[in-house]
């Protein structure tokens, strides 16, 4: 299997992400691409969010380290 491969399984899931990809006129991998990409901006997105609350919570002991 190739990097770029995804293995999808349920017929349900499927069922859905066909109907899905038709009724908007796409192609199910072009469907497929766009949900993970929206996905990972998502997370990166939370883990953004959290590194920085976690700077600043810490960011006494960060500035006294990068001394």
Known sequence: MGRD?????????????SDLADARGLPVEELVREAVRRYVDEEA???????????????ELL????Q
Not at 9 to 17: H, I, P, R, T
Request: glycine share 12%; net charge positive.
């Open 5 to 17: 491969a995804v293995i999808l399984s349920g017929a349900e899931e499927l069922a859905a992400l």
């Open 45 to 59: 997105g939370r883990v953004r969010d959290e590194a920085g609350r976690l700077a600043r919570r810490h960011e």
């Open 63 to 66: 500035r006294r380290l990068g």
